[in-house]
């Protein structure tokens, strides 16, 4: 005969994790305080979540921030140092968590790089930017490299890579944009900017009919510079250098400055740089 008793997730266990978290209390000795109280572990598991991803959003609400939407996320709750994508065993570099930014390596293999800039070589043009006021695009003066588009599913290289991305980052294959591949000459650069598109220009509503908001980014590195060129993260101090092979994921959970993901490519100096970038989009993209 079992003496389980069923526990309750009260208003008052959710005001008390609150107060914790805003004494600077850590999660973990938080938890460890509910199981040395009786509280079974996964019953304080969920009050401690559902509470904090709550009180997370009721306090994003008052200060006037768009609400948060589920991100592609790569499984690293263990801190392996590799993943197994099915067809190739990629390296974990560097994983930070706000903002939510992780540097793979192996991530692309030598073969892969040159057969994309091969393919895509004859098809650049001067890179385009969306443009929000009206949901088309235009020519940035902040970014100065030549770009294309592969649609998605274009090719068997394109298609082997977006099945890695799709269970590396757990997120649908339909739901990433064609992978975009660009170049990048000295004194080329994309200044700092944000992924997601802004709720308050005219041209988004547009822009998102296609596939909802972007949620995440994977930039990968075909061809390395010789200087510069690096993807800076202003907010956070951050600069990953474009290591051939190498790639790095970002994600943004709602449209804003918040998340901390402002990033740009810095100038390049000596040499060329060639990178393939995914956007990951909300929901299937059209």
């Given at each position: ?7 309750q ?84 570099l ?105 709720p ?10 296609r ?15 010789e ?8 907010d ?51």
């Amino acid at each position: 005969m079992s003496t389980q008793t069923h526990q309750q997730i009260t208003p008052q266990l959710r005001q008390w994790i609150v107060e914790q978290a805003q004494a600077g209390h850590s999660a973990e000795s938080v938890l460890q305080s509910m199981l040395a109280s009786g509280w079974q572990e996964e019953v304080a598991i969920e009050a401690m979540e559902s509470t904090l991803r709550d009180h997370l959003e009721t306090k994003a609400a008052a200060e006037g921030l768009p609400p948060s939407v589920p991100v592609p996320d790569p499984k690293l709750d263990d801190s392996p140092l590799y993943v197994d994508t099915g067809d190739r065993r990629v390296h974990v570099l560097q994983n930070m968590y706000n903002p939510r930014v992780v540097v793979f390596g192996n991530l692309l293999s030598d073969e892969e790089c040159d057969e994309l800039i091969a393919l895509a070589r004859p098809r650049m043009a001067r890179s385009l930017t969306v443009a929000t006021k009206t949901g088309g695009e235009e020519v940035n003066e902040d970014r100065t490299s030549n770009g294309m588009f592969f649609q998605r599913g274009e090719n068997d290289l394109v298609r082997r890579i977006e099945a890695r991305l799709a269970r590396l980052v757990h997120w649908p294959e339909e739901n990433g944009e064609g992978l975009q591949v660009l170049h990048y000459r000295p004194g080329a650069e994309y200044k700092p900017h944000y992924d997601y598109f802004d709720p308050k220009e005219p041209g988004t509503p547009t822009i998102l009919k296609r596939g909802g908001q972007r949620v995440g980014t994977l930039i990968m590195y075909l061809g390395e510079p010789e200087k510069g060129g690096g993807t800076t993260f202003p907010d956070v101090h951050l600069e990953v250098f474009p290591k051939r092979g190498h790639g790095v994921f970002f994600s943004y959970d709602r449209a804003h400055p918040s998340t901390k993901t402002l990033h740009g490519g810095a100038p390049v100096v000596v040499g060329e740089k060639w990178i393939a970038t995914k956007w990951l989009r909300e929901r299937r993209f059209e």
